[in-house]
């Protein structure tokens, strides 16, 4: 199984700002994926994260908002900018290693903008 | 469309009883997985179970198993003898050759075991 951890784990932000959040993986995964789950919701695919280049977007997310690194295997960055009351939501990371294998979440991070 | 389909938003159930949550999907792929995930208040997604398109027995863990029916394209989640920490959210979840292996999530089902 992998282990996955994110930080923070919460955070209050202030509107017009931007917040990263860090997701580490504890082995090498193949793929890596960034959630948002609005309130009461279900997951909403952000976007894949894709190793040494530009990560691959869902309809409705764009690279200048959520911006995303993902400079190994182990490691990326989702950065939700300028952000507005609409943001506030849980942000998930998630990742497996090959297609056959459990797909993992991290425990996720709570922003809340004002 | 809905690639996958929760049609229960909430279900309760006394505890130590059983309780199916239900499941169906949507793919023309022959290969494909199936996952169920539990969200409790805290908001962390646990992996529950997992069944693959080839496989030929139902996935079983613990109190989950999950009633695969292929034909019918359906995967539901059994919970045998609830407990009260069962309360939480349950999503179904895909993974189809098709989409490239990315998941694909249900609306979810809010359990509630009553003592």
């Known amino acids: 199984s992998a282990v996955i951890s994110q930080k923070p784990s919460r955070d209050i932000c202030q509107r017009g700002t931007s917040l990263t959040i860090q997701c580490q993986v504890d082995?090498?995964?193949?793929?890596m994926f960034w959630y948002r789950q609005q309130p009461g919701q279900s997951l909403t695919l952000i976007a894949t994260?894709?190793?040494?280049?530009?990560?691959?977007?869902e309809s409705g997310f764009v690279i200048d908002k959520f911006p995303i690194s993902r400079p190994n295997l182990t490691f990326s960055t989702l950065t939700v900018s300028n952000m507005s009351p609409e943001d506030s939501s849980i942000y998930l990371c998630?990742?497996?290693?090959?297609?056959?294998?459990?797909?993992?979440f991290g425990p996720g991070t709570r922003l809340l903008v004002l | 469309a809905q690639k996958i389909t929760q049609t229960q938003p909430g279900m309760f159930v006394q505890e130590k009883e059983a309780v199916t949550l239900d499941c169906t999907y949507d793919t023309s792929d022959q290969s494909y997985g199936l996952f169920w995930y539990k969200q409790p208040s805290s908001g962390e997604m646990i992996f529950l179970i997992y069944q693959g398109s080839y496989d030929e027995q139902n996935a079983t863990e613990g109190r989950y198993s999950l009633n695969f029916q292929k034909a019918r394209k359906s995967a539901n989640l059994v919970i045998s003898a609830s407990q009260l920490g069962d309360s939480a959210m349950y999503f179904c979840?895909?993974?189809?050759?098709?989409?490239?292996?990315?998941?694909?999530f249900g609306r979810g089902t809010s359990l509630i075991v009553h003592p």
């Open positions: 082995s090498q995964v193949t793929m």
């Open positions: 979840a895909m993974r189809e050759a098709g989409g490239s292996y990315i998941p694909t």
């Open positions: 998630s990742a497996y290693r090959d297609r056959q294998e459990t797909q993992y």
């Open positions: 994260a894709n190793q040494g280049s530009e990560a691959t977007y």
